[in-house]
């Protein structure tokens, strides 16, 4: 098989990529390791930029995010007690978020590449990109007992953090930067009425929580659990009770609480390769980047490289202009460490680390207190969890 663009991964970037790709007339073929059942069970992301939201609508796969999903112009960051508002749309000058689930996001996806006929190749194993350090890069994967070859000519590695594309560049031409946090979220999805309707960030001395949604009748809930606790630890009844102990008593009181219809720990971390790309082998989304997920930039990180390799693919194939290829990984990484940068500091600043001294307690304490006591501070905060420019 010959495609121009291969792909490692049917996640939202690796769909989205080839999505965009083929409006401009550009051929591709994505190489998904699971089942799309698999892909859309996971539960993931919520909270949406206007960068991405853009991207998925000149895919054309826009149309039910803008009907079904929520635009929120604010959030809230409860500690101490009570809750401060952060109003996005007047602090960024009339940015807001929306805020549509991953699930239906990457199902979205899924039908806007069915309706073009691309290809989307699940239960592919074994896949392996090979000799990107020339100019005829190829793939290799297996579906039961068939051996399958794709020729290309750029391979993008969209295949997510624990995948095969960064594990295949030589260690000696890349650098890893990482930060392991002491603590994962437990996260919960639960068929009741969500207790806000916008966001409650809390900070507590328990620990963090988070109350988010993803519609009029679903809830999302998080607290931050110690590593060593696993699932089964952690009964709806005890998740509940403990969600309700670190928000404020008049949040809590008005919870509406009921069964988990999904379950699951997702630990923390932070973490940046340097390049983006090797030959002509380019890594886009987790796999060239992970970071906690207290300030929802990991999806919208994903977007960011997306948009600069489309553009630079693009020019590529139609003004045979290499400019956006060579500067992809400059560009990328400029914007994802802003990412870190944000994802790092709202971790610290809500989380209790079972290491902390009093005198980080008081640090934590006055950032925050600095927060709510400065617009230029809340300014700051809010321009960036709308999203950066790309
Ligand atoms: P992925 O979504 O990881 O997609 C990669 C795809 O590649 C997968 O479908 C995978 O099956 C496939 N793949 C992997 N290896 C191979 C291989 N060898 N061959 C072929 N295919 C392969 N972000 C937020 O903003 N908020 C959140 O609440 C949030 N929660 C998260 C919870 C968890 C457990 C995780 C892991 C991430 C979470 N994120 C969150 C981050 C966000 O979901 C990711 O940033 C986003 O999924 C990145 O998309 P991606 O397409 O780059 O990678
Ligand atoms: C959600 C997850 C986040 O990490 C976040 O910061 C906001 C919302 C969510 O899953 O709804």
């Given at each position: 098989?010959?495609?121009?663009?291969?792909?490692?991964?049917?996640?939202?970037?690796?769909?989205?990529?080839?999505?965009?790709?083929?409006?401009?007339?550009?051929?591709?073929?994505?190489?998904?390791?699971?089942?799309?059942?698999?892909?859309?069970?996971?539960?993931?992301?919520?909270?949406?930029?206007?960068?991405?939201?853009?991207?998925?609508?000149?895919?054309?796969?826009?149309?039910?995010?803008?009907?079904?999903?929520?635009?929120?112009?604010?959030?809230?960051?409860?500690?101490?007690?009570?809750?401060?508002?952060?109003?996005?749309?007047?602090?960024?000058?009339?940015?807001t978020v929306i805020?549509?689930?991953?699930?239906?996001?990457?199902?979205?996806?899924?039908?806007?590449?069915?309706?073009?006929?691309?290809?989307?190749?699940h239960n592919a194993?074994?896949?392996?990109?090979?000799?990107?350090?020339?100019?005829?890069?190829?793939?290799?994967?297996?579906?039961?007992?068939?051996?399958?070859?794709?020729?290309?000519?750029?391979?993008?590695?969209?295949?997510?953090?624990?995948?095969?594309?960064?594990?295949?560049?030589?260690?000696?031409?890349?650098?890893?930067?990482?930060?392991?946090?002491?603590?994962?979220?437990?996260?919960?999805?639960?068929?009741?009425?969500?207790?806000?309707?916008?966001?409650?960030?809390?900070?507590?001395?328990?620990?963090?929580?988070?109350?988010?949604?993803?519609?009029?009748?679903?809830?999302?809930?998080?607290?931050?659990?110690?590593?060593?606790?696993?699932?089964?630890?952690?009964?709806?009844?005890?998740?509940?009770?403990?969600?309700?102990?670190?928000?404020?008593?008049?949040?809590?009181?008005?919870?509406?609480?009921?069964?988990?219809?999904?379950?699951?720990?997702?630990?923390?971390?932070?973490?940046?390769?340097?390049?983006?790309?090797?030959?002509?082998?380019?890594?886009?989304?987790?796999?060239?980047?992970?970071?906690?997920?207290?300030?929802?930039?990991?999806?919208?990180?994903?977007?960011?490289?997306?948009?600069?390799?489309?553009?630079?693919?693009?020019?590529?194939?139609?003004?045979?202009?290499?400019?956006?290829?060579?500067?992809?990984?400059r560009r990328a990484?400029?914007?994802?460490?802003?990412?870190?940068?944000?994802?790092?500091?709202?971790?610290?600043?809500?989380?209790?680390?079972?290491?902390?001294?009093?005198?980080?307690?008081?640090?934590?304490?006055?950032?925050?207190?600095?927060?709510?006591?400065?617009?230029?501070?809340?300014?700051?905060?809010?321009?960036?969890?709308?999203?950066?420019?790309?």
């Amino acid at each position: 098989m010959r495609t121009q663009v291969g792909i490692i991964g049917g996640g939202p970037s690796g769909l989205l990529l080839s999505q965009l790709l083929h409006l401009r007339g550009i051929d591709t073929v994505v190489l998904e390791k699971h089942s799309r059942d698999y892909v859309l069970r996971r539960i993931r992301a919520g909270v949406l930029e206007h960068g991405f939201a853009a991207l998925m609508r000149e895919a054309k796969v826009g149309e039910r995010m803008d009907r079904e999903g929520q635009i929120h112009e604010g959030f809230y960051i409860a500690h101490d007690g009570i809750k401060e508002r952060v109003n996005l749309k007047e602090l960024t000058g009339g940015n807001t978020v929306i805020v549509y689930g991953q699930t239906e996001l990457t199902r979205d996806l899924y039908e806007g590449r069915d309706r073009l006929d691309g290809i989307v190749i699940h239960n592919a194993e074994d896949v392996k990109p090979h000799d990107f350090d020339t100019s005829r890069p190829y793939l290799t994967y297996r579906q039961g007992v068939d051996a399958v070859r794709v020729d290309c000519d750029y391979i993008i590695g969209c295949d997510g953090f624990h995948g095969v594309s960064r594990q295949s560049i030589p260690k000696d031409k890349m650098r890893e930067y990482e930060r392991v946090y002491p603590f994962g979220w437990l996260g919960v999805l639960s068929r009741t009425r969500p207790v806000s309707p916008e966001l409650i960030y809390a900070t507590h001395e328990r620990g963090f929580a988070l109350c988010s949604l993803r519609s009029p009748t679903l809830s999302r809930y998080y607290i931050q659990v110690p590593l060593t606790d696993s699932v089964e630890d952690w009964s709806d009844a005890k998740f509940f009770e403990e969600l309700q102990r670190r928000l404020p008593e008049d949040v809590a009181a008005a919870m509406i609480t009921g069964p988990s219809i999904e379950k699951s720990i997702a630990p923390l971390r932070s973490f940046v390769v340097e390049p983006m790309r090797f030959g002509r082998l380019f890594l886009a989304g987790d796999a060239a980047h992970i970071v906690p997920p207290t300030g929802a930039r990991g999806l919208n990180s994903a977007a960011s490289d997306i948009y600069y390799l489309y553009h630079a693919l693009v020019d590529h194939y139609t003004k045979r202009d290499d400019a956006g290829l060579e500067s992809y990984s400059r560009r990328a990484l400029a914007r994802v460490w802003k990412g870190q940068r944000f994802s790092w500091w709202m971790t610290a600043l809500l989380h209790r680390f079972p290491d902390s001294s009093a005198y980080d307690r008081r640090l934590q304490e006055t950032d925050l207190a600095y927060l709510f006591s400065s617009q230029k501070a809340l300014a700051s905060l809010a321009e960036n969890y709308v999203g950066l420019p790309f």
